[in-house]
């Protein structure tokens, strides 16, 4: 057991941290507003080659795990950044995943000349909701049927203005749209796309809440009310003492389940669907309080809580609520129980 | 990182499972259930003849010498059992204080008696008047010939009725600030002037008040400096993280599991099917998955982490408020037949449910409250004043 990041990770941490300070304050975030895309933070994760590590070495990346691409998206989360990087991630390892028919394809999003996303619930009666990127991106990976397809969004995609200022889109899907690979193995590689966005979206809530648990904490700090520090009084201090072990306990969780994506996959999706519920409910309680904290001011769009607030209640809706996570932690793990008692 | 606690952790949990499945009977649980004495002697020789007990003790004082990580297999299978650890735990963390702390003389009658199993030491801080704050206890302790007189009452001496002795936290000198006129004691039960009344809880669980009336003392029972017990305190429970409830968890959720895929619905569904009972299950898994994790963070960080302290308020907090909310929530989905109490021949999984639902309220009361455990993490670990 040991649940500190290796030095080569820390090296990672702090090379995102440095890259996100610069080009995610709260300004920019701000300003990136209502679409929530910032070219220049996108081009200089880029040129950071964060598209690059997600991908195998074999496709043209640098292979790194699922844990080192946990601890880039907390630290996006930290900032609300406005940038895709998730979806792509995802995209990215998907195509890698497919071979010779998509190597094109990817040698285009290593570049950065096509910027494709994922639409994480599988198309339904030709349309594919609230696509995740889908607004800022050239092509979106959609499950149809059972087969993967491509689909071109220009004039098929529509940009819709939403809580967390994401830039989502509705997408349409056609019979024409080009087959990237299908039958029961497309259908397992898109199952494996999903839960790999559901642990780094995890993460990035992750780092959101951490960093909206800090901006509470700060303000309660230096705030006065009745000659006393904020601080001091029990009904402040103790939601934020239950909001500090949810955090913690996240991120553990988080990092468990991204390192189960190599070191127990058999657990991987389970642990991936526990990440995104709990995630999403730290993340939505942290923000919750934080804000509440600031009295009217937090209400005020001039304080960046506010951003915090919104995207808690939106990155991980996008997929799926809460409930729908735990209820699918719930339906594999009585699965497993079944074909084990029948096993044994 | 690595998630895995390891192959000696590993070993020693398979080990403690093998001990549990020929030791640990049901008629042992039932009975521990029945009379509300969390304890049975012949399980704690067995433990010592199996020489799992004393695990975390270093070997020159006679222990394991295991570190936390490689005890988190134990912990965690006796917490899953339920074992009767209840006395076991309280009798040797004070001797672990008597082994680093006492005289040649305290640490020859009880130590090696300790490490047989074969005694049992309460806990005497709390009060009738101060609960969560121990330093405020009022007990007297005073100067007789070549020992001490005390005079006071103690609350919920838990196992005092088959106690060998209690480890009090006495006032000896009422003049100085609450911390600094304290001293502990080992007090023998079995002695004139010592009442144990019995104080039953809504769990089951039998505890006590205990009198203390001109009950000598011999100043060679006297743990640690006169005045110093605050320190003796601190050394006792320095090593001890605040630790997680994860048995209850798991048990209510097995319970409740079972339950769901057994029980029809008016329609003749099974229960199992109904979307708010999954998302009622899978949120216990991913509550008991979190508390694991809080637990063993806490404990392989080591006593040296700075944190460490509001790291083990971290997962007592987490554990037992979600276990609280598992056990009502429980309860509400199951209906009317979750009324049906354990020891009644209708109840469902062993009354596991209802019994839950009495249980769980304990565990955010004892062992620290959980205000005590956001007080310490508001303030060790968020930096935030000391909280009123």
């Known amino acids: 057991m040991d649940v500190n990041p290796s030095a080569e990770q820390r090296q990672l941490l702090a090379a995102f941290a440095a890259l996100y300070a610069a080009g995610a304050p709260p300004e920019v975030v701000r300003e990136a507003e209502p679409l929530g895309h910032s070219p220049q933070l996108w081009q200089s994760l880029l040129d950071t080659d964060a598209l690059g590590m997600a991908v195998p070495e074999h496709a043209g990346g640098h292979g790194a795990t699922l844990l080192d691409l946990a601890l880039v998206a907390e630290q996006h989360g930290r900032h609300v950044a406005p940038a895709p990087l998730v979806e792509a991630q995802v995209a990215a390892r998907l195509l890698a995943t497919l071979g010779e ?44 049927g059972e087969a993967l397809v491509l689909v071109p969004t220009a004039g098929r995609a529509s940009a819709v203005t939403t809580l967390g200022s994401q830039p989502l889109a509705d997408v349409t899907i056609t019979d024409d749209d080009e087959v990237l690979a299908a039958g029961p193995a497309a259908v397992a590689a898109f199952s494996h796309a999903v839960d790999e966005w559901r642990v780094l979206t995890a993460a990035a809530l992750t780092g959101l809440a951490a960093r909206a648990l800090e901006i509470g904490v700060a303000y309660v700090l230096e705030r006065k009310a009745f000659d006393r520090t904020l601080g001091s009084f029990q009904g402040v201090a103790h939601p934020l003492a239950d909001r500090a072990s949810e955090v913690d306990g996240c991120e553990l969780l988080v990092h468990e389940a991204a390192w189960a994506d190599d070191e127990d996959p058999a657990r991987f999706p389970e642990l991936a669907a526990m990440a995104l519920g709990f995630a999403a409910e730290t993340a939505r309680d942290t923000s919750y309080y934080a804000l509440h904290f600031h009295g009217g001011y937090g ?46 | 990182m690595d998630f895995r606690l390891g192959q000696k952790s590993d070993a020693l949990r398979a080990r403690t499972a093998a001990f549990l499945d020929e030791v640990l009977t049901e008629e042992m649980l039932e009975r521990c259930y029945r009379t509300g004495t969390n304890h049975d002697s012949d399980f704690a020789k067995a433990l010592a003849a199996e020489g799992l007990l004393a695990l975390d003790w270093s070997p020159e004082l006679g222990g394991g010498g295991r570190d936390g990580a490689e005890l988190l297999g134990y912990r965690e299978e006796m917490q899953r059992r339920n074992a009767p650890v209840y006395a076991i735990g309280t009798t040797m963390t004070v001797s672990h204080v008597i082994a680093l702390m006492g005289t040649t003389e305290q640490r020859d009658e009880i130590v090696p008696k300790a490490l047989r199993g074969e005694i049992v030491i309460a806990l005497g801080f709390t009060e009738p008047e101060n609960g969560s704050d121990a330093a405020a206890a009022a007990t007297r302790a005073e100067r007789s010939g070549d020992g001490w007189r005390i005079n006071g009452s103690k609350m919920f001496t838990t196992n005092a009725q088959i106690a060998d002795y209690v480890f009090m936290l006495a006032r000896t000198n009422p003049e100085v600030s609450k911390h600094r006129g304290l001293t502990t004691f080992l007090v023998p039960l079995d002695q004139p002037g010592v009442e144990v009344q019995e104080v039953r809880t809504m769990s089951g669980e039998r505890t006590n008040i205990t009198f203390y009336n001109d009950v000598f003392v011999s100043d ?76 063993r963070r806490a404990v392989t960080r080591g006593v040296d ?60 009361i004892y062992a620290g409250t959980s205000e005590i455990q956001r007080n310490i993490i508001a303030q060790h670990v968020l930096g935030l004043p000391r909280p009123y």
């Open chain 2, 220 to 295: 060679a029972w006297r743990i640690g400096d006169v005045d110093g017990g605050w320190n003796v305190m601190g050394a006792a429970f320095m090593h001890e993280h605040t630790a997680a409830f994860v048995g209850e968890q798991i048990r209510l959720v097995d319970a409740f599991t079972a339950w769901a895929r057994e029980a029809r619905s008016e329609d003749e569904r099974p229960r199992a099917e109904d979307p708010a009972i999954r998302e009622r299950i899978g949120r216990s898994h991913t509550e008991i998955e979190v508390s694991l994790l809080l637990q």
């Open chain 1, 101 to 144: 028919s998509a190597a094109d394809l990817v040698s285009d999003v290593l570049t950065g000349r096509r910027l494709v996303t994922l639409a994480v619930r599988p198309a339904r009666a030709g349309h594919a909701e609230l696509v995740p990127a889908g607004a800022v991106a050239d092509a979106v990976v959609a499950l149809r």
């Open chain 2, 305 to 364: 982490d700075l944190d460490a302290h509001g790291r083990g308020s971290m997962a007592k907090l987490f554990s037992t408020e979600r276990l609280e909310l598992q056990a009502d929530q429980t309860l509400e989905l199951v209906g009317p037949d979750g009324l049906r109490a354990w020891g009644d021949p209708t109840t469902l999984q062993d009354g596991e449910i209802e019994h839950a639902v009495r249980n769980a309220k304990g565990t955010t």
């Open chain 1, 299 to 344: 209400f005020m769009l001039e304080y960046p809580i506010q951003l915090y607030f919104r995207r808690a209640r939106s990155w991980g809706a996008v997929l799926e609520s809460p409930q729908a996570s735990f209820r699918r932690v719930a339906d594999l793990r009585m699965a497993s129980e079944s074909r084990m008692s029948e096993a044994g």
